[in-house]
């Protein structure tokens, strides 16, 4: 699949997903959609690594933006990558027998192995180890 189209069709599939009504919706996204949407770009740069090195570039530039603006612990990372890692491995097949990693990358975004780990490093469950509470509050609605 070339480049141009692979990016037309992740740019349909991401945008209902961050439509929002600020113009930059990661400023302001829970803890845990921060966390997911990492999640997310990792499984799809692994996933497509070797379509391009731009979009490679791209979603590597994205998985550290919303791990710059959340306040999870890097060892929820770690399990991110390992459950990513899992789950592109699983056989996802279309008609003609060609892996759909997309598919892998969206499903996972949607299970509960993403949410139990955010659920075991939530940031959000101790207010007091936050050092602004306006921050926490902000992060943590």
């Not at 961050?18 to 499984?43: D, G, P, Q, R, W």
């Not at 399990?79 to 699983?90: D, G, I, P």
Request: with cysteine; proline share 3%.
């Amino acid at each position: 699949m070339g480049t141009k189209k692979l990016s037309y069709l992740l740019f349909l599939f991401i945008l209902p997903m961050s439509c929002n009504a600020e113009e930059h919706a990661f400023k302001t996204a829970s803890e845990e959609i921060l966390f997911k949407n990492f999640a997310l770009s990792i499984c799809l740069g692994m996933g497509y690594k070797d379509i391009s090195k731009e979009f490679s570039k791209q979603v590597a530039s994205s998985a550290n933006g919303y791990r710059e603006y959340s306040h999870i612990s890097l060892e929820a990372y770690e399990e991110a990558r390992t459950v990513v890692k899992k789950w592109l491995q699983k056989n996802y097949e279309n008609k003609q027998g060609r892996q759909i990693p997309l598919m892998k990358c969206v499903d996972l975004y949607n299970n509960s192995e993403l949410h139990n780990i955010f659920v075991k490093y939530n940031p959000c469950k101790s207010p007091d180890s936050w050092i602004d509470s306006n921050e926490f509050n902000k992060s943590c609605k």
